[in-house]
């Protein structure tokens, strides 16, 4: 049967075949077309989600520097710190010390130093009570002698050392 069909018959069904061949290779090339899209769009997706996550890489990495500065500045500010205040308690310690000493050593000299002599009561009063007395007896006549000063210009007879001194002489 094959055999019995000419060259014009053969050629409609030849031509059919190759148009349904062609139409497969068209719908074929239309898929794969759009499967190109289709992955050129998920590339292109991808390559927006890679490069949001370089640029987040790079703000986090900008952060993460920024806190290293940050915490090495505090680090610096808490040891000047803790150097600061070694320095005050070294300070307060050696004015303790000086302080202790001093008490010390004005005990030693209140306590230590002792006098010639016994210490009794007539040696503490003898001298200030002697020295009171005659300031006190300076003190006195020179009041005595004021109050006749005063009592002699009253009466009118003039200054008392000169009627003191007539009176003597007379």
Not at 57 to 82: F, N
Request: charged letters at 35%; glycine letters at 8%; aromatic letters at 2%.
């Amino acid at each position: 049967m094959h055999s019995e069909l000419n060259d014009a018959e053969l050629d409609p069904v030849s031509q059919e075949s190759a148009r349904q061949e062609m139409d497969e290779y068209l719908e074929s090339l239309q898929e794969r077309e759009k499967g190109l899209k289709a992955m050129e769009d998920a590339q292109q997706f991808l390559e927006d989600q890679l490069e949001d996550a370089n640029t987040e890489i790079d703000r986090l990495r900008r952060e993460l520097d920024k806190a290293v500065v940050e915490a090495e500045e505090s680090e610096y500010l808490r040891q000047e710190a803790d150097n600061a205040r070694k320095q005050l308690e070294n300070t307060l310690y050696s004015i303790q010390e000086g302080v202790e000493d001093a008490k010390v050593t004005d005990l030693r000299d209140e306590r230590m130093h002792r006098r010639q002599g016994v210490v009794g009561i007539d040696a503490v009063t003898r001298g200030p009570f002697i020295r009171g007395m005659l300031a006190g007896i300076i003190a006195g006549a020179a009041v005595a002698l004021l109050a006749l000063e005063i009592v002699a210009l009253g009466n009118g007879k003039g200054e008392l050392i000169s009627l003191l001194l007539d009176s003597a002489s007379g």
